[in-house]
């Protein structure tokens, strides 16, 4: 079992920066891909970014953040980061923090077995 928890979110105005931070805890690994999603009222969860392998530290962002958010890791700490800047209205959305233990790359959120609890994101126009 992982335990994820997430903190950092808030309200931002339009051009604005957050930081993200998941916490993991339980039975982790360096091999685990993990990942940030979203979900925006009455749409559906999607994936942001992913840090598929922590030794070659292998990125992978959706269209629309890329150039925009990075994440990164902590295998010392057991965290991953989503740092957000140039921040959109349609960015506003609840973000999970997700660990898939098969290790391979998905965008599927169906593949991820552990979630943590979302933290809200708004951005004001």
């Known amino acids: 079992q992982v335990q994820l928890v997430e903190s950092g979110g808030g309200l931002v105005q339009t051009g604005g920066s957050l930081r993200l931070s998941c916490a993991a805890s339980?039975?982790?690994?360096?091999?685990?891909?993990m990942a940030w999603f979203r979900q925006a009222p009455g749409k559906e969860r999607e994936f942001v970014a992913a840090?598929?392998?922590?030794?070659?530290?292998?990125?992978r962002y959706a269209d629309s953040v890329k150039g925009r958010f990075t994440i990164s890791r902590d295998n010392a700490k057991n965290t991953v980061d989503l740092q957000m800047n140039s921040l959109k209205p349609e960015d506003t959305a609840v973000y999970y923090c997700?660990?898939?233990?098969?290790?391979?790359?998905?965008?599927?959120?169906?593949?991820?077995?552990?979630w943590g609890q979302g933290t809200q994101v708004t951005v004001s126009s």
């Open positions: 339980g039975r982790t690994s360096s091999r685990y891909v």
């Open positions: 997700a660990v898939d233990s098969d290790g391979s790359f998905t965008v599927r959120a169906t593949d991820y077995e552990y």
């Open positions: 840090f598929i392998q922590s030794i070659i530290r292998d990125t």
